[in-house]
């Protein structure tokens, strides 16, 4: 399986972004799929996951304010960010595993090239 993340960019503290993973292959509704995010100097850290039977959790840094979701018919997975913060500036990646849930990035054997979102004050 392949992943194409998009519609990362700028926006001002308190605004809005949503992410897109565009999924090619087989057995899209098979996957689990997260979304994980990495800031310059920092490790990579877990944001959102949904899972192939459309459960989700989130990381506590951005529950309230992300929702992910999944279109089965289109083969994308979603993050809508909303009342963005400074530090959720980072490149976000969408990744995908075999496994009903997990939050560890070890377990997610797909990743997409990520794409870059900063939040300016």
């Known amino acids: 399986v392949q992943l194409q993340a998009s519609g990362g960019g700028l926006v001002q503290a308190g605004g809005s972004l949503r992410l897109s993973c565009a999924v090619s292959?087989?057995?899209?509704?098979?996957?689990?799929f997260a979304w994980f995010r990495q800031a310059p100097g920092k490790e990579r850290e877990f944001a959102a996951v949904?899972?192939?039977?459309?459960?989700?959790y989130y990381a506590d840094s951005v529950k309230g304010r992300f929702t992910i979701s999944r279109d089965n018919a289109k083969n994308t997975v979603y993050l809508q960010m909303n009342s963005l913060k400074l530090e959720d500036t980072a490149v976000y990646y969408c990744?995908?595993?075999?496994?009903?849930?997990?939050?560890?990035?070890?377990?997610?054997?797909?990743w997409g090239q990520g794409t870059l979102v900063t939040v300016s004050s």
């Open positions: 990744a995908a595993t075999t496994n009903v849930f997990t939050t560890t990035f070890r377990e997610y054997g797909y």
């Open positions: 292959g087989r057995s899209f509704s098979t996957y689990s």
């Open positions: 949904v899972t192939w039977s459309g459960g989700v």
